[in-house]
């Protein structure tokens, strides 16, 4: 017998953010999330995206055991940018069963339908920094500290449940080289002369902050055209640069300025967190934040989280002037290993650049969409 709990008060929220640590309790591939953040991100009263998200949490029980969870949500701004009157569901788990699948994604879609949605897709955040994409190759690969895992059984239930393939993102696993290859260097150097550019890197977590506003929006600028995305508002740039900007490694951090001092790309690395998540089970105490410390100066691989270029400068190889800073700083941390953050299938200039290095394309995620029809 199934039971439906709407999340309504912060102890049941706290139920809702902790289900997966008991599903993937004896998965060695899921990484926790770090439990405060993902309670940030939750709360109505705390994610700026509040101001033009509605969404709803819920809980479903089998024989008065937590069986699952999923979250919907209406983005009202991605509603106006790209004319699609879509709800999003995210934040959806479920033990391996079809009934509690089924129910959970009749949940969501009830709501959109209520709300006048024409149809429904995800798992999707409430903006494109939020984890999204559910995985459908690659179960036994470790995940990284910024991507959704799932069980191999997921997609097969959404197709069950008449979903289809929206849109996928490639990811990759590439050894860190111990030097260029000399054409990517003459192409860096060739670059910086005809574009009167330079690389600068930092030191200090704290010299990054006066960038940080200028780094979000060229978020804004490059990536305005990629799937779904919406521009964020200065208060969740505020938002974002607290939650990350405060523990980044500055060493894998890396800004290029045009003659102007104007940002004309970058590029942020973390070293991995996914083993030390994994220890730490997503708390920050009584030893987490030294142990996420740890591994931000003590490790040998890192994740690669955003790259971006300023729109009047793509196509010009300024790319190589971020592999070249990048792969220094790899080289100074004794980093051998990079992950790649999820790609969009259609953006193949960017995933045509990896051809130039050794290692694979290791995983692959969807985003699945259904057409709600009248009841």
């Known amino acids: 017998m199934l039971k439906v709990v709407e999340v309504r008060t912060k102890k049941q ?27 940030n991100t939750l709360r109505w009263d705390k994610n700026p995206a509040f101001s033009y ?4 949490y819920w809980l479903v029980y089998k024989d008065n055991k937590l069986a699952g969870r999923i979250a919907g949500i209406i983005n009202q701004r991605a509603i106006e940018k ?28 009830d709501w959109a339908r ?19 994409g559910m995985l459908i190759e690659g179960f036994d690969e470790l995940g990284t500290f910024t991507t959704l895992y799932n069980y191999s059984y997921y997609p097969r239930y959404m197709e069950m449940m008449g979903y289809v393939k929206d849109v996928d ?17 003459k192409i860096a150097e060739t670059v910086k002369e005809r574009n009167q550019l330079r690389t600068i890197t930092f030191t200090k977590a704290k010299q990054i902050l006066p960038y940080a506003t200028s780094i979000f929006k060229m978020i804004n600028e490059a990536y305005s055209d990629l799937y779904n995305v919406v521009p964020l508002t200065d208060e969740q740039v505020d938002f974002y640069v607290k939650q990350y900007f405060s523990v980044v490694n500055p060493d894998f951090v890396n800004i290029v ?36 410390l740890k591994a931000l100066k003590v490790n040998n691989s890192v994740d690669m989280l955003l790259v971006a270029v300023r729109p009047d400068l793509q196509g010009k190889g ?26 969009l299938e259609n953006n193949l200039k960017v995933r045509s650049q990896w051809k130039h290095f050794s290692g694979q394309q290791n995983k692959k995620r969807r985003c699945y969409y259904k057409e709600l029809q009248a009841q």
């Open 82 to 109: 790209w004319g699609k009157k879509y709800a999003r569901f995210g934040w959806f788990d479920f033990i391996d069963d079809p009934d509690v699948a089924k129910c959970l994604l009749k949940l969501v879609e």
């Open 257 to 292: 300025l045009d003659r102007n001092d104007q940002m004309a790309a970058f590029s942020i690395g973390f070293p991995s967190l996914a083993k030390t998540m994994q220890k730490t089970k997503g708390k920050l105490l009584p030893l987490g934040f030294i142990r996420l």
């Open 13 to 39: 929220l706290k139920k809702f953010v902790t289900f997966p640590f008991k599903l993937y309790s004896d998965n060695p591939y899921w990484i926790p999330p770090l439990l405060v953040d993902e309670m």
């Open 53 to 56: 998200c509605k969404a709803r």
């Open 114 to 132: 209520q709300e006048g949605m024409s149809g429904i897709q995800g798992p999707m955040g409430f903006c494109d920094l939020d984890k999204e």
């Open 318 to 343: 300024v790319n190589s002037l971020l592999m070249e800073a990048m792969a220094e700083a790899c080289r100074k941390n004794g980093i051998k290993v990079a992950h790649l953050n999820p790609q």
């Open 169 to 185: 993102w490639y990811e990759y696993v590439l050894e860190v080289p111990d030097q260029l290859s000399d054409n990517i260097l």
